[in-house]
């Protein structure tokens, strides 16, 4: 495949931010006393082919789900499908937080409805909807697991996480008060019961697990895990991020976890939203529906004929107060439903499928070593004598977006691939050829990669570390 990514500037700098290219003086007229106005204000005022422009030149600069393969492992990048995008914009959908419950009972409805789907695809009891992401369902998770030992009595300042763990399991437990035990993986990268017993005590709060793990492994023991975990009175708490092996197959709730997050932009193709809205739901078991966060949905049967109910906001009895305001991030939460819905069972049982046999595919043509198997939705291979971060690199000017790197540690040099169920095979062969070129290259040309895109080498550590939040400050580095 070749590629050439677009390459827009004026003055030989990037595509101007729109205040750069459209400011001017907006007069200003609204019925505010005069102390509180001013005279003019300096906005970008677009005409609209101008702003469209704009934007479309961005996303030409850009690599999206929607250019080609993004397998960004244990992120799960699939294609978004638009239809839910035309439920989402629905002008009945549009509801503000603070109406009566009396005046919404369809949005309630839809809310009662997404939750006892997600129970039943999880095998939990009770589910919120309230989190507004993945990290911020397992924040939830833990406080929960708190809110309950502290319940019954208990002081347990500890939480077990596997080293292979996503980094957010590691901070959501800190964020919520408790000491991190980190349990070194088996040799076969799955937890070693042995390892497990030594970090139980009666000080565990929970063990946090994502099955299958970030290597794309199935806890086989888990039900010796699970019992484990219990009779050291701790709580079992799932990640849920890769569902996608699961969906129609397994449940958490049945393999004894008691506490989980639903990643809705993983799993339920909802927009990763770039630091913009998510979604992360939180399932538990009967036992913990009491702490769940506050106001939650509730379906009401009113008497008289089959069919006669309401749905009702209630505060759960001993209710960990809200994480997110109202009732989470709503119109990400319709999206979510109407995935859902369409699938159906056999829909959501063929996606999971679908999602491991082309992580099977991929990983067979590929000439890099892959060192833990069978592996599910994803697999990790290591780039061995090559910089996993240079080949990632060096992929963007192949065309397709390349896998995570340098994570999970266990594997050298780690490239975790997760292809997902929406390529093709037309698709996953061009992945894998870009895999293959790459792994074919010297260290010269990946060093100089990549070549083909609009941004070059990208400086990530001080990105991350000392954010310039403008494109166009990026632009006057170069
Ligand atoms: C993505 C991910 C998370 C966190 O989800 P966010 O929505 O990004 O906060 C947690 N665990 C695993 C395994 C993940 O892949």
Redesign the pocket.
């Known amino acids: 495949m070749s590629y050439d990514q677009a390459r827009w500037a004026e003055d030989d700098q990037y595509e101007p931010l729109l205040s750069e290219k459209f400011n001017r003086e907006v007069e200003v007229d609204a019925p505010l006393p005069d102390d509180l106005m001013r005279d003019s204000l300096e906005l970008p005022a677009p005409s609209e082919p101008e702003l469209a422009r704009h934007y479309t030149r961005l996303s030409q600069m850009n690599y999206g789900v929607e250019s080609g393969p993004f397998p960004l492992g ?3 990048m699939k294609y978004n499908p638009k239809f839910t995008e035309d439920l989402a914009a629905l002008p009945s959908a549009s509801v503000h937080p603070d109406r009566d419950p009396d005046t919404v009972q369809g949005t309630l409805a839809v809310m009662g409805r997404l939750s006892a789907y997600l129970a039943d695809i999880g095998g939990m009891d009770a589910v919120t909807l309230q989190p507004p ?4 369902g ?1 924040y939830t998770g833990v406080l929960i697991a708190k809110a309950y030992h502290e319940a019954n009595g208990e002081d347990r300042p500890e939480i077990v996480v596997p080293d292979s ?2 980094g ?2 590691f901070a959501s437990a800190a964020l919520a008060g408790f000491d991190v035990v980190e349990l070194p993986s088996g040799e076969d990268g799955r937890v070693d019961p042995e390892a497990l017993d030594a970090a139980l005590s009666e000080d565990t709060a929970a063990l946090m697990l ?1 099955n299958p793990n ?1 290597l794309g492994l199935f806890e086989r023991k888990i039900e010796t895990i699970a019992e484990m975990v219990h009779d050291a009175g701790g709580l079992l708490y799932y ?1 849920g ?2 569902l996608n092996a699961l969906l129609g197959r397994a449940r958490p709730g049945d393999m004894g976890f008691d506490i989980m997050h639903y ?1 809705v ?2 799993t339920f193709a909802t927009p990763h939203g770039g630091g913009g809205p ?1 979604a ?1 739901p939180v399932g538990v078991v009967e036992e913990l529906a009491p702490f769940l966060p506050t106001p939650q949905v509730r379906e009401v049967q009113d008497g008289a004929g089959e069919g006669d109910s309401t749905y009702e906001l209630y505060d759960p009895e001993h209710s960990i107060g809200k994480v997110h305001g109202f009732s989470g991030n709503w119109l990400v939460l319709v999206k979510a439903m109407a995935y859902i819905a369409r699938l159906g069972d056999e829909g959501l049982t063929d996606a999971s499928a679908k999602a491991v046999l082309n992580a099977n595919y991929l990983a067979e043509q590929i000439d890099y070593e892959i060192p833990f198997e069978p592996f599910h939705h994803e697999f990790v291979a290591s780039a061995g004598e090559q910089d996993a971060a240079a080949v990632a690199k060096r992929m963007l000017d192949h065309g397709v977006h390349p896998p995570t790197t340098k994570w999970p540690e266990i594997v050298d040099e780690a490239l975790m691939t997760e292809p997902t169920e929406v390529e093709n095979k037309r698709t996953l062969d061009q992945l894998a050829a870009a895999f293959d070129a790459v792994a074919a290259e010297d260290e010269e040309t990946l060093d100089a990669a990549p070549q083909r895109t609009t941004a070059r080498y990208i400086d990530q550590v001080s990105a991350a570390r000392e954010p310039r939040l403008s494109w166009q400050a990026l632009g006057n580095e170069e």
């Open positions: 244990s992120c799960t992401a993945g990290a911020a397992e763990a996503h957010t399991n994502t970030t990640d991020a890769n990643n932009h993983k998510g992360g």
